[in-house]
T-cell receptor, first 111, second 115 residues
Framework: QKEVEQDPGPLSVPEGAIVSLNCTYSNSAFQYFMWYRQYSRKGPELLMYTYSSGNKEDGRFTAQVDKSSKYISLFIRDSQPSDSATYLCAMTKNRDDKIIFGKGTRLHILP | SAVISQKPSRDICQRGTSLTIQCQVDSQVTMMFWYRQQPGQSLTLIATANQGSEATYESGFVIDKFPISRPNLTFSTLTVSNMSPEDSSIYLC????????????FGSGTQLSVL
């Protein structure tokens, strides 16, 4: 079983829809969870950062962590064509440990 | 967040040659990281570069293939040596946040194609 599993997509949804992106992981020691957004021909940019379980909201974005299920989600409300990108989940035990990335999910928001 | 400039942004190289990728940061950082992003694969850490010491390589990556320089706190280079088509990938420079927590900031990457 891989440490982090992420469906590569592509995921296509109409503009204005709610998008749900997910990752599962196997290492129960992970405590820090991140979502990165990567536009074509650009480097990943940090979108959301959460510690342990719970929800975190930032504008149209909500990150959710369920450590009991080893499952994290990113929700995008009122999706826009500018949200079209690849979304990478990432996680680590602590700052001294290597960050493990998912393969990324390609998202297309259809106008 | 740090501003990271990486160049070249893309290159097409011949088998057996070498390419040096440069990474410039607009602030002093202790640790710089080099990642590889192959199509359909996760971001993979190649090595960690600290100023004034040898880079630390991850399993599967060796200094002869990916020599790294870190002459000061704002600059690093990664060389991909004796390239083969399997080295075709995106190479990314990264730095940690000023708070030295788990957040990473990335350059725009170098798209390398080896013929």
């Amino acid at each position: 079983q891989k440490e982090v599993e992420q469906d590569p997509g592509p995921l296509s949804v109409p503009e204005g829809a709610i998008v749900s992106l997910n990752c599962t992981y196997s290492n129960s020691a992970f405590q820090y969870f991140m979502w990165y957004r990567q536009y074509s021909r650009k480097g990943p940019e940090l979108l959301m950062y959460t510690y342990s379980s719970g929800n975190k909201e930032d504008g149209r974005f909500t990150a959710q962590v369920d450590k009991s299920s080893k499952y994290i989600s990113l929700f995008i409300r009122d999706s826009q064509p500018s949200d079209s990108a690849t979304y990478l989940c990432a996680m680590t035990k602590n700052r001294d440990d290597k960050i493990i990335f998912g393969k990324g999910t390609r998202l297309h928001i259809l106008p | 967040s740090a501003v990271i400039s990486q160049k070249p942004s893309r290159d097409i190289c011949q088998r057996g040659t070498s390419l040096t990728i440069q990474c410039q940061v607009d602030s002093q950082v202790t640790m710089m990281f080099w990642y590889r992003q192959q199509p359909g694969q996760s971001l993979t850490l190649i090595a960690t570069a600290n100023q004034g010491s040898e880079a630390t390589y991850e399993s599967g990556f060796v200094i002869d293939k990916f020599p790294i320089s870190r002459p000061n706190l704002t600059f690093s280079t990664l060389t991909v040596s004796n390239m083969s088509p399997e080295d075709s990938s995106i190479y990314l420079c990264s730095v940690e946040s000023e708070e030295r927590d788990e957040k990473l900031f990335f350059g725009s990457g170098t798209q390398l194609s080896v013929l």
